[in-house]
């Protein structure tokens, strides 16, 4: 494997190490911004490899009880699948999140910025400072989303993450996309993870699945049927696997789980309520539209 590489992009700071995509992005006076990346360059470095260490446990699913892990980060990844349980999750559910949630804490450490967001393949941490906000865009639904989630200093999502089954980690449920805000990129990640599984149509002959072990050997879903292709649902079909999503959604959003969620699937989406898509004028939009998981 190659070691891990950190190049600019005009102003942007692109992170990669094997599995791991970012594009981050600090606001701010120069000499700070760049501190700031010469602190998620250095912190960056490391991650895989702690990852690694601790990969057969991080790949099992969750018990009754959290388990201890070695460092930060697993523990991160640990807590937020747990609380699913006794529905099958795993810690690696919540990877994306947990590495970009980790990289913003390094990037804005002792740091006098406006704004920050680390970008991990649509997995997003955001740092807002006082009066900040940032517009987020759903990309790839098909739906018009782009460019209207707005986030401000004083909501409390610091986190989105999108899954689903076109995305690049497998899915049990059959939803295009499912994004989620919450307070950390890691809860969300998980969160999001939870409510595309619940996005499906049991049975149904025109959903072709397979097991995750014969797509990937070392998936953590092991024999687990992953979807592999959606195909003609009727728009009733559509409808009631969205809604049995959105129910499992407003659940963990009166548990406080989540902040907000939108679904979407052929050309329908759901949304509960709380999800943010009024964009104001003039607000900075989020570099690198938040794609599908």
């Known amino acids: 494997m190659s070691p891990p590489q950190a190049t600019m992009l005009g102003r942007r700071l692109h992170l990669n190490h094997g599995p791991i995509d970012i594009i981050a992005e600090a606001f ?8 700031a990346y010469h602190q998620a360059v250095a912190r960056f470095g490391t991650i895989l490899d702690e990852l690694v260490a601790e990969l057969p446990n991080l790949r099992a699913p969750v018990h009754a009880e959290q388990r201890a892990f070695g460092s930060k980060i697993a523990q991160s990844m640990e807590a937020a699948a747990q ?21 913003l804490a390094h990037m804005i450490a002792g740091r006098r910025l406006k704004k920050a967001y680390v970008n991990n393949g649509g997995d997003s941490a955001l740092y807002l400072g006082a009066g900040a906000n940032m517009s987020l865009a759903i990309a790839g639904t098909g739906n018009d989303f782009e460019d209207r989630i707005f986030i401000g200093a004083d909501d409390e999502t610091r986190g989105v993450a999108t899954s689903g089954w076109r995305g690049r980690s497998f899915s049990l449920g059959i939803a295009d996309a ?3 805000l919450a ?3 890691t ?3 998980a969160a999001a993870t939870i409510i595309a599984n619940a996005v499906d149509l049991p049975g149904h002959g025109s959903i072709r699945r397979a097991p995750a072990e014969s797509l990937q050997p070392d998936s953590d879903l092991g024999g687990r049927l992953v979807t592999v292709d959606v195909g003609n649902l009727t728009a009733q079909e559509a409808a009631r696997a969205l809604e049995a999503g959105l129910r499992k959604a407003d659940e ?21 309520q709380g999800m943010p898509v009024a964009m104001p004028p003039q607000t900075q939009a989020l570099s690198g539209s938040l794609q599908n998981a």
């Open 28 to 35: 701010g006076e120069g000499d700070e911004v760049q501190r």
């Open 83 to 103: 609380v699913f349980f006794p529905a099958f999750i795993t810690p690696m559910a919540a990877v994306a999140g947990a590495v970009a949630d980790e990289v």
């Open 178 to 180: 499912v994004t989620v």
């Open 183 to 185: 307070r950390t990129g």
């Open 187 to 189: 809860e969300a990640d």
């Open 252 to 272: 963990l959003r009166t548990c406080g789980l989540i902040s907000a969620a939108a679904l979407f699937l052929n050309s329908q989406w759901r949304m509960t």
